[in-house]
């Protein structure tokens, strides 16, 4: 009804300007025709008088000369059967009326004289109505030249004239009618395709279904536009951060107010709570040394659910109940992690071989050859499968929201989308995604981003590696590509592809226990048999060959040979902790950053003092966190990473506003952290440098830096991130349940 209403409103504003044009074009036209049609019937007339003229002329001339009146006066009547004619008179040539007709108007007398070719011509008004007088010269016998008048009713004009002054005014009313109802038809069928294709816009359709307005390459400017426009207008509703504004009750609140509190499940590969059986037979509960766990556990301990993973530690299978459930944390119970059990093989295939063997070294650009075999595709594709039956099977309604964490499971969306279509996928990719080249390489790319776009919503870190994802998918596959809002549409699946910096929980998980920094400092400084006016850089990773471990022990070599007066003054604490051991790769690796730090502690150590510390073993995060605190410096090099959220625990772990972050330009982070010394971790000279500066930084610099680091970090914090994902998400959600409601009707409607 209120689309019918705007719709003849439009049509109003076309049919009001042209009622008015149509009617000042009707008042100037109808004087013109008029006197056109007058000046037409006089010129008839002036010819039908001239031929009368000539007709009589000889014998008025005779008769005249006769003077017999009588046959003047028969002449005279026998013209006047002429309808048109009305009188005839004849004047001498003295100028006087000899005779006239009885119908002749006195007061036209024989004044009038004649014109230089003889003849005069006019429309003359009367009394009884308009007439046209013709007066023609008559040569007669004797010479002279009497005047014979003809008198012509003119009145027909008159009723002509207004005849075709009505006609032309219907006209153009009918005129106006038929223009303003083709008009208000073409309103009509206008405003209902614009709505419709506005409408499949909204829902991001107009791209995959042809509508034919939205298709037409005219309108593709506007269209773009407006979707521009939507996605800004997305983008500005993003929660804005505000110091300490985001946390767990506000992400809880969206959870409420959007999903109307609907179940989450969570899919990783890593769990968030290993158990494990120690030596003495007791069961011990391990937190992994995991970014992504870090992440999303505050996520998931503020809205519950389930979370679904790999059960992988040795006492994991002793815990759980018939349906492989444990809730967790386990002091404070709070969601449910349901593990799944992988066979050796497996595990060998997908974790090992094609998740961290393939897709590890082709998305990160650490120079290892990324390893594609067909068998550990197979495991893969099956075991992804079997994790997204497990999603399914927690689902306790039709339309969870579904977070799907990392490059192990690439196809799990599009199969889950398949079995709960309603679901809403959130697909959050934690390491770069590289050029779509260097993707290329990937024997089964296109099966893979076939299986990331069954995603509502698809995450990465940076707006670069969100493009790159982009470029890959324009490359490879026939999808559609909305670039000014990152909409891609393929295979009747709308994913929009967007950038979400991940963060770490704000406050610190350890900040109400925590001591405080100088006795953080004391505690570590005596743990590493350091003397309390030593300088202790910190480095913490997994064993990995992309953080750059490697080169950051040859810059403190660098620094070392450079500055010697750090010898015996300086240690830095490597934490490593062990990963995927079981590939060659690592293990080549470790034993690499064996060596070296033996070598530079070879070359600098002295009795009693190593300026490296490799610590390999597994620490807990609250250890960990005592080091932030006691650390001088924190170095990430990595080679290259998606975020990097050790640099973001540091941060947040300095409420002191002391410490400074040496940090590599080739993580996500330093996209953030621009008060972080940044350096290429491949020249090993400027990091070196970079560690020289930061062990000299002054306290005010360093309270400038770290403060500054500290309210982004506080702003941007894990439950901002979470707020960002899961809002666009509820926008994709409401289109999606409009465009069902739309497409229901259509099919009540019958429309196909
Ligand atoms: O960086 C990718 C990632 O999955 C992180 O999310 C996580 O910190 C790390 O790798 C853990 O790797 P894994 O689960 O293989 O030990």
């Keep these: 009804m209120l689309n019918r209403l705007r719709s003849i409103r439009l049509s109003l504003r076309f049919i009001a300007p042209l009622t008015v044009t149509l009617a000042v074009l009707a008042y100037a036209l109808v004087p013109l025709v008029d006197n056109l049609t007058l000046r037409w019937w006089t010129n008839d007339l002036d010819m039908r008088a001239r031929l009368i003229a000539n007709t009589m002329q000889d014998q008025l001339a005779d008769l005249v000369g006769q003077e017999s009146w009588s046959r003047i006066n028969a002449l005279f009547n026998r013209a006047l059967q002429d309808e048109r004619l009305y009188a005839v008179a004849y004047c001498t040539p003295a100028g006087e009326l000899a005779y006239a007709t009885s119908t002749y108007p006195v007061s036209l007398g024989c004044s009038r004289p004649l014109s230089s070719e003889g003849q005069t011509r006019a429309a003359v008004r009367l009394a009884h109505g308009l007439v046209h007088v013709s007066q023609q010269p008559v040569a007669l016998a004797d010479g002279n030249v009497g005047t014979l008048t003809l008198v012509h009713d003119m009145s027909f004009v008159e009723r002509r004239s207004a005849d075709t002054r009505y006609y032309l005014i219907l006209f153009f009313v009918v005129l106006g009618i038929v223009i303003s109802l083709v008009t208000v038809l073409i ?23 042809p509508f034919a307005r939205v298709e037409d390459p005219d309108m593709q400017p506007l269209v773009s536009d407006l979707r521009a426009l939507l996605h800004q207008v997305d983008t500005a509703r993003r929660p804005r951060p505000q110091e300490g504004a985001w946390n767990p009750e506000m992400l809880r609140g969206v959870l409420r107010e959007h999903f109307r509190g609907d179940q989450i499940v969570l899919l990783s590969n890593r769990e968030p709570y290993l158990h494990v059986r120690e030596e003495t037979g007791s069961i011990a509960v391990r937190r992994p040394a995991s970014g992504l766990v870090t992440a999303m556990e505050p996520i998931m301990r503020a809205c519950s659910g389930t979370w679904v993973a790999h059960g992988s530690a040795s006492a994991d299978r002793d815990v759980v109940d018939q349906n492989d459930h444990v809730r967790v944390p386990p002091d404070h119970p709070s969601y449910t992690l349901r593990r799944v059990w992988l066979s050796r093989e497996e595990e060998d295939g997908y974790y090992y071989g094609f998740a961290n063997e393939g897709l590890w070294p082709l998305c990160h650009l650490a120079h290892v050859r990324p390893v594609f075999r067909s068998d550990d595709w197979a495991q893969y594709r099956a075991v992804n499968q079997r994790f997204a039956d497990a999603v399914c099977a927690e689902a306790r309604t039709e339309d969870p929201v579904v977070l799907i964490q990392d490059y192990h499971f690439a196809l799990a969306p599009r199969l889950i989308a398949e079995q709960l279509p309603r679901a809403t996928v959130i697909t959050f990719w934690h390491i770069p995604w590289p050029n779509s080249e260097a993707f290329g390489i990937c024997p089964w790319r296109d099966e ?42 393929y295979r009747g699946s709308i994913t929009r592809v967007e950038h979400y910096p991940i963060s770490v929980q704000w406050p610190s998980e350890w900040a109400p226990s925590q001591l405080d920094v100088a006795a953080c400092r004391a505690r570590v400084l005596r743990a590493e048999g350091m003397r309390p006016d030593m300088l202790l850089g910190l480095g913490v990773d997994r064993m990995d060959y992309t953080k750059g471990i490697l ?6 070599e660098r620094l070392l040979e450079m500055h010697p007066e750090f010898i015996g003054q300086f240690v830095f604490v490597q934490i490593a902790s062990p990963t995927r051991s079981s590939l060659d790769e690592y293990r080549h690796f470790e034993q690499r950053v064996r060596a070296l730090a033996e070598r530079v502690n070879g070359r600098f150590g002295k009795p009693g003092y190593a300026p490296i510390h490799l610590k390999t073993t597994h620490h807990v995060p609250e250890q960990i966190n005592e080091y932030y605190r006691a650390a001088d410096v924190c170095v990430v090099t990595s080679l290259h990473d998606g975020m990097n959220l050790v640099a973001k625990e540091f941060v947040a772990a300095r409420d002191d506003d002391h410490g400074v972050l040496v940090l590599s330009q080739f993580t996500g982070a330093a996209r953030e952290l621009h008060d972080a010394l940044l350096v290429n971790p ?29 309210r982004l970090v506080a702003e941007f914090n894990i439950y901002w991130w979470a707020g960002a994902m899961l809002l666009d998400a509820a926008r994709v959600r409401q289109r999606q349940r409009v465009s069902e409601r739309i497409d229901l009707q259509r099919r009540i409607a019958g429309v196909a």
């Design 187 to 209: 309103a009509q069928m206008s405003w209902r395709g614009w709505v419709a294709g506005m409408r499949a816009m909204l829902r991001g359709e107009g791209i995959v279904q």
């Design 448 to 489: 893979i981003l076939h299986g990331m776009l069954g995603s509502s919503i698809l995450g990465f870190h940076t707006r670069f590696h969100r493009q790159n994802f982009i470029d890959t998918v324009d490359r490879y596959l026939e999808a559609r590509i909305e670039h000014e809002t990152s909409i891609v549409s």
């Design 551 to 556: 080169e950051r022990f040859g810059a403190i």
């Design 682 to 710: 491949y020249h090993t000279e400027q990091c070196a440098e970079a560690l020289h500066r930061a062990l000299t930084m002054p306290p005010d610099e360093q309270r400038v830096r770290m403060h500054s680091m500290r």
